[in-house]
């Protein structure tokens, strides 16, 4: 809560780019988010264009420039009926409400993992869970290049330019969680978080290695086909957006990592590395659940 509080004057701070030819200064990155969606709804054929354009939502100095999957703003679209400051803060305080659930999410994913019943491996179990939620929750390793500022450098940053990483780290959380159990419901949840398709990569491999335990891989990707095929087909082919998407992508260097995509990341590198660690301590190998028969 005080990360929150601390970073939300920052909001109405602003960003520079520079180059040779000067330097060029922009609102939070939550601007690219708004005015998106204010262009899909009035100006489709520019969602994805670079700098100002006829006929924008005036966000001083410059709105950033949008990169993300076009589905993505329709989750954005309720927020124009609020200003674009109003609807920054609110994007903030809806995934600070998620934070809790995030955390039962991480709880039920370790509830989940079968670990016998050894006294060690309960041990582990438990720290492995705390560690978990600490790391998730409060990202203790991530700190600011001029030392200890605030109590996470990530999630202040994630306030103060009203980023989506809570809801993307929440998203991946979820298909973990029910890939083994509602494989079809992985696949959609798995889908939502691919608007930035990085950090979906990123937990593929540990989505796909649970779904391969639980002989629920077949249908998780039935679930990821059909989830995508729903989301991204009315988008793409909405007035050109197809086109502008890929483009944008060509022009975007995918390797810069800001500091609030930690976020996702070490969420994903834990939880991958805390539930092989129990596979591994509990079984001595990763193994199958066995098939079910009739």
Request: proline residues 7%; aromatic residues 18%; charged residues 10%.
């Amino acid at each position: 809560m005080l990360t929150l509080v601390s970073a939300l004057p920052a909001t109405q701070g602003t960003g520079s780019y520079c180059d040779s030819s000067g330097c060029t200064y922009y609102a939070r990155d939550f601007s690219a988010y708004y005015e998106g969606a204010f262009r899909l709804i009035h100006n489709p054929s520019h969602v994805y264009a670079f700098g100002n354009v006829t006929g924008d939502y005036p966000i001083p100095p410059n709105s950033k420039h949008y990169r993300y999957s076009p589905f993505f703003l329709l989750l954005i679209v309720p927020l124009l009926a609020l200003s674009y400051h109003d609807a920054l803060v609110a994007f903030d305080l809806v995934q600070f409400a998620l934070l809790p659930l995030l955390a039962y999410v991480v709880y039920r994913i370790f509830v989940s993992i079968p670990t016998g019943g050894g006294r060690t491996v309960r041990r582990t179990w438990l720290g492995l869970l705390l560690l978990a939620l600490f790391v998730v929750l409060l990202q203790p390793f991530v700190l600011p290049p001029s030392g200890f500022t605030y109590w996470s450098w990530s999630y202040w940053w994630q306030w103060a330019e009203g980023q989506a990483r809570v809801l993307q780290t929440l998203f991946i959380a979820l298909a973990v969680l029910f890939v083994q159990t509602k494989p079809r419901a992985s696949g959609l949840f798995l889908t939502l978080s691919s608007f930035d398709p990085r950090m979906t990569l990123a937990a593929l491999p540990l989505v796909v290695y649970l779904g391969w335990k639980g002989r629920s891989l077949g249908r998780f990707g039935i679930g990821l086909l059909v989830s995508s095929a729903v989301v991204y087909t009315p988008t793409l082919l909405y007035s050109g957006l197809a086109g502008q998407f890929y483009a944008s992508i060509l022009g975007h260097n995918p390797y810069t990592f800001f500091a609030y995509e930690w976020i996702p990341f070490l969420a994903i590198a834990f939880l991958t590395l805390a539930i092989l660690s129990l596979d591994i301590l509990a079984g001595g190998f990763p193994r199958r659940r066995p098939a079910v028969t009739a």
